[in-house]
């Protein structure tokens, strides 16, 4: 397996003029956790594609149709609440380059790979689960990754992070200018 992970990455990943920028995130919560849209808990609680249990992660999507997608999986709309957020990560792992995905040992089959789950119960931690926690040890504060949820296209993105706070170099802001969660 292999130690080290590659030093190519994507440019920052930031908010530029306008409404809805590349650097706008969204994500459609469960409305359980919509009191607590910055904490990764549920991620935390239950381990996701791209965390181990016992590690908060942001499942977050450049778009609001993939984090309805992501959000409501099992067919029908489910109540969600969803938020979005201004952000400025600068060390962002791009899923999307099979060549950097190659130079790690790991390709994009064995990402979208459905056993991940199964994987987790057998041996403690999926091989996608392995592969991010190399990234965030290599200081990449986040996956920029296609989403798998069904009916996705190639063009439903997700950016999953593993360290946000409120200042630079991994900023995330949630968007709530009438402190509606705060009510």
């Not at 607590?36 to 791209?50: D, H, K, N, V």
């Not at 792992?93 to 987790?120: K, P, V, Y």
Request: glycine share 8%.
């Amino acid at each position: 397996m292999y130690s080290t992970i590659s030093t190519r990455s994507m440019p920052a990943f930031t908010r530029n003029s306008g409404d809805a920028s590349p650097g706008t995130l969204y994500r459609a919560l469960n409305p359980i956790h919509a009191r607590e849209p910055m904490s990764g808990r549920g991620a935390e609680l239950c381990g996701g594609r791209f965390n181990r249990k016992g590690t908060p992660a942001l499942y977050t999507s450049l778009s609001i149709m993939t984090a309805l997608r992501e959000a409501n999986q099992i067919g029908s709309l489910q109540p969600t609440t969803i938020v979005s957020y201004d952000v400025n990560i600068e060390r962002i792992f791009d899923g999307r380059d099979d060549e950097a995905l190659r130079a790690e040992g790991i390709d994009a089959a064995t990402l979208a790979d459905a056993t991940w789950r199964d994987q987790m119960r057998e041996t403690g931690e999926a091989k996608t689960q392995t592969f991010a926690r190399r990234l965030t040890t290599a200081g990449y504060q986040g996956l920029l990754i296609k989403s798998f949820a069904p009916g996705a296209t190639f063009d439903d993105l997700n950016l999953v992070l593993w360290k946000w706070s409120d200042a630079a170099p991994c900023r995330l802001t949630l968007i709530d200018d009438e402190s509606r969660l705060s009510r």
